[in-house]
């Protein structure tokens, strides 16, 4: 059997590609993979959980424009957050980000993240437009 690389696979962290793709369609839906607060050089940036909640639904919502949706056709999102202290600062971003929109269901837990430094994570589920 051989394997081609997926198109939406992303891109390699510290040599390790990990198997996953970045979204997939099924049913109507668009399933988007967890999203960290990567910037340039697949590095984790933002100061705090606000700033980089407001990356992860930055890189969701670039990856629904792919598919001509954006953040308002998101109806439910799982987030993982490093620290339980950081939630009323985490909702107050993501509020903000969903502002005038009708709010996605949404799960938020504490988990230890894979990638060091990384605040939150944030993965989305959208429907696609007829």
């Known amino acids: 059997m051989t394997l ?5 696979a992303p ?3 510290e040599g390790l590609r990990p198997h996953f793709s970045v979204l997939r369609e099924a049913k109507g839906f668009i399933f988007v993979s967890g999203q960290l607060p990567f910037g340039p050089e697949m590095r984790i940036t933002g100061k705090d959980v606000a700033e980089q909640t407001q990356i992860c ?3 969701i919502a670039r990856i629904l ?3 001509d949706l954006d953040l308002s056709d998101v109806v439910k999102t799982t987030v993982w957050l490093a620290r339980v202290e950081d939630f009323p600062a985490f909702n107050r971003a993501y509020a903000e980000a969903f502002n005038g929109m009708a709010t996605p269901a949404r799960s938020t837990v504490r988990a230890d ?4 430094g990384a605040l939150v994570e944030i993965e989305a589920i959208a429907e696609v437009r007829e």
């Open 4 to 8: 081609r690389a997926d198109a939406n």
């Open 11 to 13: 891109p390699p962290v």
């Open 57 to 59: 639904l930055g890189h």
């Open 65 to 67: 424009r792919e598919r």
């Open 113 to 116: 993240l894979m990638v060091p």
